[in-house]
């Protein structure tokens, strides 16, 4: 079990045996950081793992009580952990899911279950796994998945399949390509890279993305999907009054110096949506850095696939 495993295996154990978080566990634990492999990561892959296993066994409610979640926010909270998208805004809005209550939860589940110390040690273990095998990927990491048709732009790898289209987006100022849109239907995902600079990571891209949204007259709320925290918005388009606003999901992943940015659009952005190919596509995509890159512009620019799109 590598560290990210360790310190949730330590942080379950403390929770069991004293019934609260400890403020050292809170702080090793990371929790709300999801763009990469942490403890809280971990804990909540975990849970979601045995709550799963449980559904297929048509068990979808827990037999005990939940200290600090009454019958319906426990309900809401496994929903939204099953996958449920109907149960999502509601557990956003009332802020169910925390530290404390998944921890109360995954011990209540364990509980339940009579699981050994040994059987909770290979779940968290299997969990710590399931983690760092979910992408996006730079091109240089060895764990990524081999096979799969990838369209090579240079700059990145993007899957494909039949009835997806790709198009190119260009530079105004130069002509280069600066990104890719994926479509599929009434669903788009335009995908973006960039170095990251100095402290820039996805955290503060989104904090800097979800503040100009609002002063631009639209809103974006910050909310856990597949591919980790991501922002929910609508935002102001150029169109006549009715038209004029654009609902959209921008998801985000911090690589080894770089990060790679999804902006999905359409029918797929939607907060109740289900589609999960905008997310296959995010997370299959290989990131190519420039081996001489620009020392002033963080943009990954793309080329043409030499055998077209």
Same mark, same amino acid.
């Given at each position: 079990m590598g560290e990210a495993g360790d310190v949730a295996r330590s942080v379950v154990a403390q929770f069991r045996r004293d019934g609260f978080v400890a403020p050292e566990s809170a702080e090793r634990t990371e929790f709300e950081v999801w763009d990469r492999t942490t403890p809280g990561r971990v804990l909540l892959v975990a849970l979601q793992t045995l709550l799963m296993l449980r559904a297929e066994d048509g068990r979808s409610d827990l037999g005990r009580p939940v200290r600090g979640l009454d019958e319906e926010e426990a309900g809401l909270m496994l929903r939204t952990l099953l996958g449920d998208a109907t149960a999502v805004p509601e557990t956003s809005r009332r802020d169910l899911i925390t530290l404390d209550r998944?921890?109360?939860?995954?011990?209540?589940?364990?509980? =339940?279950?009579?699981?050994?110390?040994?059987?909770?040690?290979?779940?968290? =273990?299997?969990? *710590? =796994?399931?983690?760092?095998? #979910?992408?996006?990927?730079?091109?240089?990491?060895?764990?990524?998945? $081999?096979?799969? +048709? @990838?369209?090579?732009?240079?700059?990145? @790898?993007?899957?494909? *399949?039949?009835?997806?289209?790709?198009?190119?987006?260009?530079?105004? +100022?130069? &002509?280069?390509? #600066? &990104? #890719?849109?994926?479509?599929?239907?009434?669903?788009?995902?335009?995908?973006?890279?960039?170095?990251?600079?100095?402290?820039?990571?996805?955290?503060? #891209?989104?904090?800097?993305?979800?503040?100009?949204? !609002?002063?631009?007259?639209?809103?974006? *709320? +910050? !909310?856990?999907?597949?591919?980790?925290t991501e922002l929910q918005a609508v935002v102001r388009v150029q169109g006549p009054p009715g038209k004029d606003r654009q609902t959209a999901r921008v998801l985000g992943h911090d690589g080894p110096?770089?990060? $790679?940015?999804?902006?999905?659009? &359409?029918?797929?952005?939607?907060?109740?949506?289900?589609?999960?190919?905008?997310?296959?596509?995010?997370? &299959?995509?290989?990131?190519?850095? /420039?081996?001489? /890159?620009?020392?002033?512009? /963080?943009?990954? !620019?793309?080329?043409?696939?030499e055998s077209g799109v």
């Amino acid at each position: 079990m590598g560290e990210a495993g360790d310190v949730a295996r330590s942080v379950v154990a403390q929770f069991r045996r004293d019934g609260f978080v400890a403020p050292e566990s809170a702080e090793r634990t990371e929790f709300e950081v999801w763009d990469r492999t942490t403890p809280g990561r971990v804990l909540l892959v975990a849970l979601q793992t045995l709550l799963m296993l449980r559904a297929e066994d048509g068990r979808s409610d827990l037999g005990r009580p939940v200290r600090g979640l009454d019958e319906e926010e426990a309900g809401l909270m496994l929903r939204t952990l099953l996958g449920d998208a109907t149960a999502v805004p509601e557990t956003s809005r009332r802020d169910l899911i925390t530290l404390d209550r998944l921890l109360g939860l995954l011990a209540s589940v364990i509980a =339940e279950e009579s699981m050994s110390e040994e059987e909770v040690d290979a779940l968290l =273990e299997a969990a *710590e =796994e399931s983690c760092r095998a #979910v992408g996006p990927w730079d091109e240089s990491d060895d764990r990524r998945p $081999l096979g799969g +048709e @990838l369209v090579d732009l240079g700059g990145l @790898l993007v899957p494909t *399949e039949p009835g997806l289209k790709i198009e190119l987006m260009s530079s105004r +100022e130069d &002509g280069s390509i #600066v &990104g #890719v849109t994926v479509i599929r239907g009434r669903t788009a995902i335009q995908l973006q890279a960039f170095r990251a600079l100095g402290d820039t990571s996805w955290a503060t #891209v989104r904090e800097d993305l979800a503040r100009t949204i !609002r002063g631009r007259g639209g809103s974006a *709320e +910050e !909310r856990f999907g597949p591919a980790g925290t991501e922002l929910q918005a609508v935002v102001r388009v150029q169109g006549p009054p009715g038209k004029d606003r654009q609902t959209a999901r921008v998801l985000g992943h911090d690589g080894p110096g770089w990060i $790679l940015r999804g902006f999905v659009s &359409g029918v797929g952005a939607e907060p109740d949506s289900t589609e999960e190919w905008p997310y296959a596509t995010f997370q &299959g995509t290989v990131v190519r850095p /420039p081996s001489a /890159p620009s020392a002033d512009d /963080p943009l990954i !620019r793309l080329r043409w696939p030499e055998s077209g799109v």
